[in-house]
């Protein structure tokens, strides 16, 4: 069901001369450094240890809600169904059913009066110019900027989330920006960004927002990235395929089981968005964090890139990424960087072409080399290119195609 109604939806008699009230200096000032935070501790592991290229602060006049339990506007919700149990949301394999005034597990959707809305719709907590490195996304548009904004929420709780502080808030709980998605678009062309990025977060959370924002910027010649745990149902997937040009998606481990562990989540859905994107053509990159004691197994490993091989996704590229102790695995150690260069072997071993580590900076398995022929294509340092010799999408060594998206 696709729909586009939206509601105000006032929590506070607040005058709109309170809640579009320009920050001093003073609140500024607390509201960027706030903001720089949140983007310190990405969820995406590979993306969460440095700073953004810019702490951004809106063009303009910059508006953040006023209340904390104001919201804006909210939309309605795109997939849902009105059952005698509740709103049911179909969105994500949670399949939430919410009674009267519930929000669900992503805490973005609420029952409210006769339907499902979204709550986080067009008020972002995190709002950065990134470089499209940092998602990480190393084979599309090297060296550009993305717009990357978050809301509040996500719909797992994973106990290594590197972002919690917004993850597993709702939007309630969070200082926002009031930014609706023709003002995204216009702040990411203003700001020389070819992209937007929907990240830090969950994208699927604030679906709507997501969805509406892309379809916008694709018309403006914006291109549209996520950085998402994958979690989703496939009908949406597919709508929202129609607009997102790049994704990285984490694949968290390859057991079920520990996807209910540790997130909260199946793992069969995650493999079905992996499946379904490439079959849409969106340029896919695969995120593995390796998290010591839990998803270090390198026989799990193993059998994640046969898996990825036997199912046609051998040219994406699949990043490992380096565990800091975080949230509520704080008393873990980081990855070793020897379990590290194991599952990098693991993987190139079973076929994958472009295997890359994150989190570990200055180190050969951050560039990029031709499969065909051996040759350094892409040097980085961080999420710095010093070099890039890739010619109209192929190697000039052995004229290897490289897949990716190499220009705008
Ligand atoms: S999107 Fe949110 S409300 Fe809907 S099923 Fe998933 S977690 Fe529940």
Redesign the pocket.
Same mark, same amino acid.
């Given at each position: 069901m696709v729909n586009n109604k939206y509601r105000f939806i006032l929590r506070h008699s607040v005058s709109n001369d309170t809640m579009h009230k320009k920050l001093s200096k003073r609140e500024f000032i607390k509201y960027s450094a706030m903001g720089a935070l949140g983007t310190a501790f990405c969820v995406n592991p590979a993306s969460g240890l440095a700073k953004p290229l810019i702490n951004h602060a809106l063009t303009g006049s910059p508006s953040m809600s006023k209340d904390f339990e104001l919201w804006k506007w909210s939309k309605e919700s795109m997939y849902y169904v009105k059952s005698m149990r509740g709103m049911e =949301?179909m969105?994500?394999p949670?399949? =939430?059913i919410?009674k009267k005034g519930e929000t669900? *597990? =992503?805490k *973005?959707?609420m029952h409210i009066e006769d339907g499902l809305y979204n709550i986080a719709y067009g008020n972002p907590c995190a709002i950065h110019i990134d470089p499209i490195e940092k998602k990480p996304l190393f084979h599309f548009l090297p060296e550009s900027r993305a717009y990357s904004i978050a809301t509040a929420g996500c719909?797992l709780t994973c106990i290594n989330c590197q972002n919690w502080n917004i993850s597993q808030k709702s939007p309630r709980e969070t200082r926002n920006y009031d930014l609706m998605p023709s003002k995204v678009v216009a702040e990411a062309l203003g700001n020389n960004c070819q992209s937007i990025a929907y990240t830090y977060s969950e994208p699927?959370?604030f679906?709507e927002y997501t969805y509406d924002t892309a379809k916008q910027a694709k018309e403006a010649g914006v291109k549209n990235v996520m950085v998402s745990a994958g979690y989703i149902n496939e009908e949406p997937l597919r709508d929202l395929c129609q607009h997102i040009d790049a994704a990285n998606i984490d694949l968290k481990s390859f057991s079920n089981q520990l996807y209910i562990d540790m997130s909260n989540a199946t793992l069969e859905p995650v493999l079905n968005t992996l499946k379904v994107m490439k079959e849409e053509g969106v340029w896919l990159e695969i995120t593995n964090l390796i998290v010591p004691e839990w998803t270090d197994d390198m026989g799990m490993i193993r059998e994640m890139c046969e898996w990825l091989v036997d199912n046609g996704l051998d040219e994406c590229p699949l990043h490992f990424s380096r565990f800091q102790p975080m949230y509520k695995l704080k008393k873990l150690h980081p990855t070793p960087v020897g379990t590290l260069t194991q599952a990098h072997e693991i993987a190139l071993k079973a076929g994958i072409k472009f295997v890359y580590l994150g989190n570990v900076f200055g180190i050969d398995a951050e560039n990029t080399y031709c499969p065909g022929c051996g040759k350094l294509l892409i040097k980085r340092k961080g999420y710095k290119i010093l070099k890039n010799i890739i010619n109209n999408g192929h190697c000039p060594g052995c004229n290897r195609t490289i897949p990716g998206v190499w220009k705008s």
């Amino acid at each position: 069901m696709v729909n586009n109604k939206y509601r105000f939806i006032l929590r506070h008699s607040v005058s709109n001369d309170t809640m579009h009230k320009k920050l001093s200096k003073r609140e500024f000032i607390k509201y960027s450094a706030m903001g720089a935070l949140g983007t310190a501790f990405c969820v995406n592991p590979a993306s969460g240890l440095a700073k953004p290229l810019i702490n951004h602060a809106l063009t303009g006049s910059p508006s953040m809600s006023k209340d904390f339990e104001l919201w804006k506007w909210s939309k309605e919700s795109m997939y849902y169904v009105k059952s005698m149990r509740g709103m049911e =949301c179909m969105l994500c394999p949670q399949y =939430c059913i919410l009674k009267k005034g519930e929000t669900g *597990d =992503c805490k *973005d959707k609420m029952h409210i009066e006769d339907g499902l809305y979204n709550i986080a719709y067009g008020n972002p907590c995190a709002i950065h110019i990134d470089p499209i490195e940092k998602k990480p996304l190393f084979h599309f548009l090297p060296e550009s900027r993305a717009y990357s904004i978050a809301t509040a929420g996500c719909n797992l709780t994973c106990i290594n989330c590197q972002n919690w502080n917004i993850s597993q808030k709702s939007p309630r709980e969070t200082r926002n920006y009031d930014l609706m998605p023709s003002k995204v678009v216009a702040e990411a062309l203003g700001n020389n960004c070819q992209s937007i990025a929907y990240t830090y977060s969950e994208p699927i959370a604030f679906f709507e927002y997501t969805y509406d924002t892309a379809k916008q910027a694709k018309e403006a010649g914006v291109k549209n990235v996520m950085v998402s745990a994958g979690y989703i149902n496939e009908e949406p997937l597919r709508d929202l395929c129609q607009h997102i040009d790049a994704a990285n998606i984490d694949l968290k481990s390859f057991s079920n089981q520990l996807y209910i562990d540790m997130s909260n989540a199946t793992l069969e859905p995650v493999l079905n968005t992996l499946k379904v994107m490439k079959e849409e053509g969106v340029w896919l990159e695969i995120t593995n964090l390796i998290v010591p004691e839990w998803t270090d197994d390198m026989g799990m490993i193993r059998e994640m890139c046969e898996w990825l091989v036997d199912n046609g996704l051998d040219e994406c590229p699949l990043h490992f990424s380096r565990f800091q102790p975080m949230y509520k695995l704080k008393k873990l150690h980081p990855t070793p960087v020897g379990t590290l260069t194991q599952a990098h072997e693991i993987a190139l071993k079973a076929g994958i072409k472009f295997v890359y580590l994150g989190n570990v900076f200055g180190i050969d398995a951050e560039n990029t080399y031709c499969p065909g022929c051996g040759k350094l294509l892409i040097k980085r340092k961080g999420y710095k290119i010093l070099k890039n010799i890739i010619n109209n999408g192929h190697c000039p060594g052995c004229n290897r195609t490289i897949p990716g998206v190499w220009k705008s």
